[in-house]
């Protein structure tokens, strides 16, 4: 199953006041794990950057006066998605951002019923705990010590670890793990591999001429019983 966990970093909080996507990260997912593969972006917003913004991610108008506008990267950014559902945070800001970037660009808008809300889901597993991602990065022993500012891409990392612990994380290697331990342990004990044990059938098992004799015996005191029968 391939996912794509999404995050964006923008000028302000909302598109319909003029407000633009300044960065887009995306991390691949197959089965809840990252691949490895990434989409990495940052945009030149055609407008200014308010201050409050800047101190959020630390993107100013000058780093992204050089930088592509949306359309020219748009047809990377779709294929990279693809039809896969879409891993966010807060999810509903980040897709109508990006929602309002392709309709400026004359493409249709991502359906909403395709992302899948962490916030929510935290606040489910967990009611009343925070569920802000640096909350989350904590409660699972995540390493966000590289985040001092927010960034599209390293926040998408950090939230694809989140995602799978929420998940239940790596439970369904659990078994191979286990194995792999005992194994481990079994050759630092010994000082030698240790070696698959080859399957052996059980010895049949008779009674002795002695314990038929007991056997018999005790059916002597029974009122026809069933053992006899046959």
Same mark, same amino acid.
Not at 32 to 51: C, S
Not at 157 to 180: F, H, I, K, N, W
């Given at each position: ?49 308010? $201050? ?12 992204? $006066? ?139 098992? $008779? ?24």
């Amino acid at each position: 199953m391939r996912e794509i966990v999404l995050d964006t970093e923008t000028t302000g909080l909302d598109p319909l006041m003029g407000h633009r996507v300044v960065e887009i990260g995306c991390v691949e997912l197959v089965n809840h794990i990252a691949t490895g593969q990434h989409f990495h972006v940052y945009l030149n917003p055609e407008r200014d950057m308010p $201050a409050e913004a800047a101190r959020v991610h630390g993107l100013t108008e000058e780093f992204l $006066a050089d930088k592509p506008v949306f359309a020219q990267v748009v047809d990377d950014f779709l294929t990279f998605i693809g039809d896969a559902p879409l891993i966010a945070h807060n999810a509903s800001f980040d897709i109508n951002f990006v929602n309002a970037e392709l309709v400026r660009s004359g493409f249709l808008p991502l359906d909403k019923m395709r992302a899948i809300d962490t916030v929510q889901i935290a606040r489910r597993k967990f009611p009343g705990a925070p569920a802000s991602l640096d909350a989350l990065c904590k409660r699972f022993g995540v390493d966000a010590s590289a985040r001092q500012l927010h960034g599209a891409l390293l926040d998408a990392q950090l939230l694809a670890e989140v995602y799978l612990e929420l998940r239940g994380g790596r439970q369904p290697g659990l078994a191979m793990d286990t194995l792999a331990a005992v194994t481990n342990a079994t050759e630092e004990t010994t000082g030698q591999a240790a070696t698959p044990r080859s399957f052996r059938a059980p010895r049949p098992h $008779a009674a002795t001429d002695e314990e038929l004799s007991a056997h018999n015996a005790f059916l002597d005191k029974l009122k026809d019983p069933i053992w006899r029968t046959n």
